[in-house]
């Protein structure tokens, strides 16, 4: 049995008739940039989470880097991101002028560590990018705590996070800005590029939507940019838009069949959830002591796992002129060598549940003693290896 990491086809084979008409249309309208598939998509998204403005842009990299042009970032300021996560959150800090500066995550959540937040401001400091990380909410409250203290913004990068809420409300409502990412992949994903901004800053949302198209029609206001959703993306987004909450409960659902399954398997450590938060399980991550030889077991068992991400940023090349060594980033570091991405997906079958259950279950057993009490756990790289 094959288990891919998604299935994009299988989903669009659920939608396939609601898919082609919606694609049918733009190509009959003609409606290739922009139009109203465009607009109804801004609207229904910005509904969808209660926000007054959502403004569509090319992909999720350029929403954060239009975000950050809209709030001004100069060179010298300094913008706080967390050290584990996807590049995008860290590379348009330095593009848009700023200089990032990394924070550990927490060692339960994945997600940006508040304490670490508050040890890493100085007088420079002027924003905060928490990344609502596998699909679990930052811890907002203390984020938002932390901002209001030093007179700081926070754009939420909410790439991975659609419809995930933190104490009953959507991530994407509590900073000053808020950024999605409509990759393919993603849990709701186009057939191609897409992003967006969303805020309930009037001002805001007028500069970043000049910004994005060139600095304005007519009167270019300024030099701007070209990042602009196109029509085909948005009505295939708004085809997709009212399966979201049913697709984010089959996602839990899945969730929870591993949750409960791979408890107490090996060393498996399962996702941890902190304190209100609503995972929506963009990615569903473990953590083992034996994750090289679990991939490569599960690899010829026909599961598909992914590393998200291999390495903590500060740890990439284009990072280390920061010269940053693992005790800056401790948990990131411990996280790094530890966790493996399952397949997750709404239209995983039971029986695919299973067999990469079964099969993580199989590869433990190798390592259990004959008379089946104790496990052999390899030993594992110390921390000062890494
Ligand atoms: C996917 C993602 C992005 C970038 O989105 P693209 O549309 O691929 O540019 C940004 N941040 C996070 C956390 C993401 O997961």
Request: aromatic share 6%; proline share 0%.
């Given at each position: 049995m094959k288990i891919p990491f998604v299935d994009l086809h299988a989903q669009y084979l659920t939608i396939k008739q609601e898919i082609d008409g919606a694609i049918a249309e733009v190509i009959a309208e003609s409606a290739y940039i922009r139009g109203r598939h465009v607009d109804a998509f801004e609207q229904a998204w910005a509904n969808a989470l209660g926000v007054k403005h959502c403004v569509s842009c090319a992909n999720g990299t350029d929403a954060v880097y239009i975000a950050l042009r809209g709030l001004h970032v100069k060179p010298g300021d300094e913008v706080i991101a967390p050290a584990h996560s996807w590049i995008s959150t860290s590379e348009t800090v330095t593009q848009a002028g700023g200089r990032v500066v990394f924070c550990d995550a927490d060692e339960e959540t994945f997600t940006i560590d508040p304490e670490d937040i508050q040890r890493k401001i100085t007088p420079a400091t002027v924003g905060i990018i928490p990344v609502h990380l596998y699909g679990q909410p930052a811890d907002m409250d203390a984020i938002m705590a932390i901002a209001k203290r030093h007179n700081l913004w926070v754009i939420e990068d909410c790439g991975q996070a659609h419809l995930a809420r933190y104490k009953g409300q959507y991530v994407g409502t509590f900073g000053t800005a808020a950024t999605f990412s409509f990759y393919p992949g993603k849990n709701l994903g186009a057939y191609g590029d897409a992003g967006c901004v969303v805020t309930n800053d009037d001002r805001l949302a007028d500069w970043i939507t000049t910004f994005a198209r060139h600095?304005?029609?007519?009167?270019?206001?300024m030099e701007g940019i070209n990042s602009r959703m196109d029509g085909l993306q948005a009505a295939i987004l708004n085809a997709k838009l009212p399966h979201l909450p049913a697709w984010t409960e089959a996602r839990r659902y899945v969730a929870a069949c591993y949750d409960e399954l791979l408890d107490?398997?090996?060393?498996i450590i399962t996702p941890k959830i902190g304190p209100g938060r609503d995972h929506v399980y963009h990615l569903y991550v473990i953590r083992t002591e034996n994750r090289d030889a679990l991939r490569e077991y599960l690899t010829q068992a026909g599961v598909s796992t992914v590393l998200n991400y291999p390495k903590a940023l500060p740890f990439y090349s284009a990072y280390a002129?920061?010269?940053?060594?693992p005790k800056d980033f401790p948990v990131a570091c411990f996280n790094q060598s530890r966790i493996l991405s399952l397949p997750i997906y709404p239209e995983m079958k039971k029986e695919m549940i299973t067999h990469t259950v079964e099969s993580i279950g199989s590869f433990f057993k190798q390592f259990q003693e004959p008379d089946g009490a104790t496990l052999k756990v390899i030993q594992f790289a110390s921390l000062a290896d890494l």
């Open positions: 600095g304005g029609k007519g009167d270019h206001l107490e398997v090996g060393d002129h920061f010269g940053h060594s």
